[in-house]
């Protein structure tokens, strides 16, 4: 598939040693955590500036080349695969962190600085950088904003987008833009930043970015609570939200608790046994505060909506609390599970989540389903575990229909068929159901716009 | 300039008596608070519904005439002027409040809806939309979304970007646009609700917003602070966003204070003559949190930053205080001021401040500068009063080389020349001194896909 000459004249472009084109590198590079699609890059490329990634946009001009770009390959929409003889622009070698202000609290990180990297930079200096996810230690900063990260702080802190103060993208045509300036007031125009986050790499490359930090939380303090039934999950989300500002407001079911107490590594929380839990996080910035937080938990217990629950009395309780979610998801990659990424309104959630219960059951009696996710800003993630009476194929032919269901249903709520996870490959086909005809025009108008060759991550978000 | 048979053909589209022509209503409402531009509409028309406007779109793109949306007409860019025989879409007519949902926090507003009109029914579900500034009596959220309204409380809460969950838009082409479906996490290709926020209606019109809220403050208490000198006033912001989420951090000179203590209604801060004045504003929820900023401010006063300070022990004194800063702007009116409204990083502030003092007081020692602002977001409004020994003419042909000075100055310090007003017809001619040639022309391109024939509000942000 790789062109020697033409491969020879991208080497001219960068440093020695800095285009791979050997099959191992081809596969690790050319994929993302997805399995749907096979890797099949013509070659990686390696830039170490700026200057070098403008460069290799122009060549693929040229040549009429398609680029992926490549951070921490951690995507699970196949928003970074290369399965079409793209050459990868991979950020690893554009990972330092370039600048540090401590009066305007901001970062300016080059696109491969990793997630984790920037958390204990912000921590070094007495600040934080609240966005954080499952793989915050390989994803990378680059990657976080072109599928506008979210994770477990978002009811607080809001998505990668709010931590953005600017950055330097290099469009489809090679052009450098500094969108922003860092500035927090600007009125002057068409905010294009914003249209670089979450478009997954095909409008252009992120090639420096300016990440704003936060001031370090206080005391962060767990609860851990057990629901009545679903449906009190919402009033008590309310109540927490109308006395304390949370940090994050999670749940999971009891199947979901099952299996990561199975694995006997994580102290229970409490001996109840609940249909659905919720795990809620604010600052204990204060005694009044823990108190109003007791409180709120007394009044919910009174108005049976939760039967039991704890509160978190230090760091490492607070450490054990979050296990219970954040073991879910590898948990139970064990049983090969359907997973989808959904979103609709918080106050639709409750009905939202019946309704796909309800369908799935009718269907598939056999089917387990697993639900966890980010309630307070009504991201849901569902996920079915296969049954060990059906083989792989058999279980993914049957999630085919599932996922039609999910997706009318997600339609029917006005709500979205990828939370956080982007679009990519894997959801491109679906796109419609979240937006309309007339919204996917004016997308491919958009990145004709800035792409006019379509050499930027094509069919990635929509079809070529 | 009006063509009868024109707009006869306009008022089929709309209900009886909502097309005027009469010179009163073209004068009125073919301006906005600047006064540079003479209005000259050729008729005003008010839509009662979504399908209205998109009828009103459509004919406009048949007829080939340009439109102008209008709010409440209070701003200060001309970007709500109508001066050259357009149509001037007013939406009056569409001020409601449509729903509201307590669990989403959220409140669907029609575009003419006024900021107070929300802020007050915010106030009434007991949760508050923290989006607020002088103009809040009648700018409408329809242009404060067109400008991406910032004013006194960003520093916490950020631009009215960040309290827009979605919106319905009319394209220029009359179609209309669901945009994001007030979703907190939506992945889902280019965030185009972005693009319109700021757009000063340049690529459609808003026709529905979906407004978040959020929890009401607690027990607000201002501190206003003397600083010794301008170069202190950072310092201390900096030790109060160490300890305290400040609400507000606003700045004015001596200058400044001096013409509101002159009307006699303001009751003094305190006696100490200083040359600079920071107000801050906190949430003083617990007896901890007053303590630690009086902690602060005992610091800020031993390291010689500041001289003398009060805080504010009522909701009386609250408002008091915040009359010292929020009365500038009328107070110095009377002196003709010229006016400017510019940003640069929050650590710029003092460079940026000292090279214009000095550029201008070389040049015109008896121009006397007023400066105020929201420093807390690098945001100052610089204002010269006029001497009287100048006539106006004189004083605004002075003012215009001042203005290549202040953006040049702003282009040296990589800031913004329109922090919050917008750039409208006012600098439109400046706008490169912010923008690069090609960001400009990619912004043109992007209004070409959403306004292909220049309809709508054309020569605004840039040239035609």
Chains 1, 2 share one sequence.
């Not at 598939?1 to 440093?15: C, F, G, H, R, Y």
């Not at 939760?306 to 219970?324: A, P, R, T, Y």
């Not at 959801?427 to 990145?447: F, N, P, Q, T, V």
């Amino acid at each position: 598939m790789t062109d020697p000459a033409l491969i020879e004249t991208l080497k001219s472009l960068v440093e020695p040693g800095k285009v791979l084109t050997d099959a191992e590198s081809l596969e690790a590079f050319g994929k993302d955590w997805t399995k749907h699609f096979a890797p099949a890059p013509q070659a990686i490329v390696f830039p170490k500036s700026i200057e070098q990634v403008q460069a290799i946009v122009r060549w693929a001009n040229e040549h009429k080349v398609a680029l992926v770009p490549s951070g921490g390959r951690t995507g699970l929409s196949a928003a970074a695969v290369a399965a079409n003889g793209e050459v990868v622009v991979s950020f690893d070698y554009m990972n330092q962190i370039l600048d540090f202000n401590e009066f305007d609290r901001t970062v300016v990180c080059q696109p491969g600085v990793v997630t984790e990297q920037l958390q204990n930079f912000a921590e070094e200096q007495g600040l934080y950088y609240p966005v954080d996810f499952a793989s915050a230690g390989s994803s990378q900063i680059g990657g976080n904003i072109g599928t506008n990260a979210g994770g477990i702080k978002v009811i607080r802190y809001g998505m990668t987008r709010n931590w953005v103060a600017g950055m330097k993208v290099v469009t489809g045509t090679g052009e450098l833009l500094e969108l922003n300036k860092d500035l927090i007031k600007n009125a002057t125009g068409y905010d294009m930043r914003q249209l670089f986050i979450g478009a997954e790499g095909t409008l252009g490359f992120v090639v420096e970015a300016t990440m704003r930090l936060d001031r370090a939380p206080q005391n962060l303090t767990a609860m851990v609570l057990g629901a009545a039934d679903f449906d009190s999950i919402m009033p008590v989300l309310h109540a927490f939200q109308n006395k304390l500002d949370l940090t994050a407001f999670e749940f999971f079911s009891d199947k979901a608790l099952a299996k990561v107490m199975a694995r006997g590594d994580v102290p229970p929380a409490f001996e109840t046994d609940c249909p659905f839990y919720a795990l809620l996080e604010f600052e204990a910035s204060t005694e009044e505060v823990a108190n109003a937080a007791l409180e709120t938990f007394e009044h919910c217990v009174e108005q049976g909506w939760v039967l039991d629950g704890v509160m978190s009395q230090s760091e490492q309780q607070l450490q054990n609390l979050w296990k219970l979610r954040e073991y879910i998801s590898e948990t139970i990659s064990h049983w090969t599970p359907y997973k989808n990424d959904i979103s609709v309104t918080v106050s639709k959630v409750p009905a939202f989540l019946h309704d796909i219960d309800e369908i799935v059951g009718k269907h598939y009696p056999d089917f387990e389903i697993v639900w966890f996710g980010h309630i307070g800003d009504g991201n849901l993630h569902l996920n079915i575990l296969k049954p060990e009476s059906l083989t792989k194929d058999e279980f993914f032919a049957k999630c085919a229909t599932v996922n039609k269901w999910v997706f009318e249903i997600v339609q029917k709520y006005n709500g979205s068929i990828s939370a956080e996870h982007g679009v990519g490959m894997t959801k491109r086909d679906y796109l419609h159901y979240s937006r309309s005809a007339a919204e996917i025009g004016y997308m491919k108008a958009i990145k004709a716009v800035f792409d006019p060759n379509g050499i930027m991550n094509p069919g990635k978000i929509f079809a070529e």
